[in-house]
């Protein structure tokens, strides 16, 4: 059994994995990580290994250390490098590149090669911060870009615009209100962000497709042209694949 972690800004996702598949997962709040052993893990079969990223810094990962005591075990805390499973990384520096987006990529190139024909694509994890990065055809990390998500943005709205701390609003192709214009004008930034990547991209030879992860995924994805696949763990399932080579 392995369980794989993916420790990001605001929450913890975990999995626990057999040669079968998944045999549990789970996600708890950054605040709520003191609570996993008593939990989310109570009754859980000793992990043979555990094997995560972590983006979210030395505090989060001291928090989860502990919670793994009752194994008497250590997680192994992967960070990128300039080629695993497929995907080579491009980055000027391969190990700052954030693991959890490597992960993400990692997985994307697993999906796309079990196709007949593997074509780019464009992986979006969209989370406190949002990623938009670019796999060619070949496995190349070519380059990404970070912006803030949806949540941050709107946050940033409202503490520097005393006019604009209003409700949620919705999404419209044609805003009438301050919360919809609001909500509207953030996901249309990102979608605008994402299509241009893709743009980049494109060849004559097949789509660029996109697979978005991340808890804002389900607001972005109807506004995005296809092929757009959502996938709710692409960072787990990435820690796995790598987790599988080491």
């Given at each position: 059994?392995?369980?794989?972690?993916?420790?990001?800004?605001?929450?913890?996702?975990?999995?626990?994995?057999?040669?079968?598949?998944?045999v549990a997962q789970g996600e708890?709040?950054?605040?709520?990580?003191?609570?996993?052993?008593?939990?989310?893990?109570?009754?859980?079969?000793?992990?043979?290994?555990?094997?995560?990223?972590?983006?979210?810094?030395?505090?989060?990962?001291?928090?989860?250390?502990?919670?793994?005591?009752?194994?008497?075990?250590?997680?192994?805390?992967?960070?990128?490098?300039?080629?695993?499973?497929?995907?080579?990384?491009?980055?000027?520096?391969?190990?700052?590149?954030?693991?959890?987006?490597?992960?993400?990529?990692?997985?994307?190139?697993?999906?796309?090669?079990?196709?007949?024909?593997?074509?780019?694509?464009?992986?979006?994890?969209?989370?406190t911060a949002l990623s938009i990065?670019?796999?060619?055809?070949?496995?190349?990390?070519?380059?990404?870009?970070?912006?803030?998500?949806?949540?941050?943005?709107?946050?940033?709205?409202?503490?520097?615009?005393?006019?604009?701390?209003?409700?949620?609003?919705?999404?419209?192709?044609?805003?009438?209100?301050?919360?919809?214009?609001?909500?509207?004008?953030v996901i249309q930034s990102i979608?605008?962000?994402?299509?241009?990547?893709?743009?980049?991209?494109?060849?004559?030879?097949?789509?660029?497709?996109?697979?978005?992860?991340?808890?804002?995924?389900?607001?972005?994805?109807?506004?995005?042209?296809?092929?757009?696949?959502?996938?709710?763990?692409?960072?787990?399932?990435?820690?796995?694949?790598?987790?599988?080579?080491?």
């Amino acid at each position: 059994m392995l369980l794989l972690l993916d420790s990001g800004h605001s929450r913890l996702a975990w999995g626990l994995a057999s040669e079968h598949g998944w045999v549990a997962q789970g996600e708890v709040r950054n605040q709520d990580i003191g609570t996993l052993a008593l939990r989310e893990w109570q009754n859980l079969p000793r992990p043979a290994q555990v094997i995560g990223v972590n983006v979210a810094g030395e505090a989060t990962r001291v928090r989860i250390e502990a919670q793994l005591l009752r194994w008497r075990t250590m997680p192994d805390w992967l960070i990128a490098s300039e080629y695993a499973a497929g995907v080579t990384n491009r980055y000027a520096l391969p190990s700052q590149l954030g693991a959890d987006r490597w992960a993400a990529m990692v997985a994307a190139r697993q999906r796309v090669v079990a196709e007949l024909f593997p074509s780019p694509c464009v992986v979006v994890t969209a989370r406190t911060a949002l990623s938009i990065d670019a796999l060619d055809g070949d496995g190349v990390f070519r380059g990404g870009v970070i912006l803030p998500g949806p949540n941050l943005m709107l946050q940033a709205l409202a503490a520097n615009t005393p006019n604009l701390k209003m409700p949620p609003g919705r999404y419209h192709d044609f805003p009438v209100t301050n919360p919809d214009a609001m909500f509207s004008g953030v996901i249309q930034s990102i979608c605008g962000a994402v299509e241009q990547m893709r743009a980049r991209l494109a060849t004559a030879d097949a789509p660029t497709k996109c697979f978005l992860s991340g808890g804002a995924a389900a607001d972005i994805a109807p506004h995005l042209t296809e092929p757009v696949e959502v996938v709710d763990n692409l960072v787990l399932e990435g820690v796995l694949s790598l987790a599988i080579q080491i």
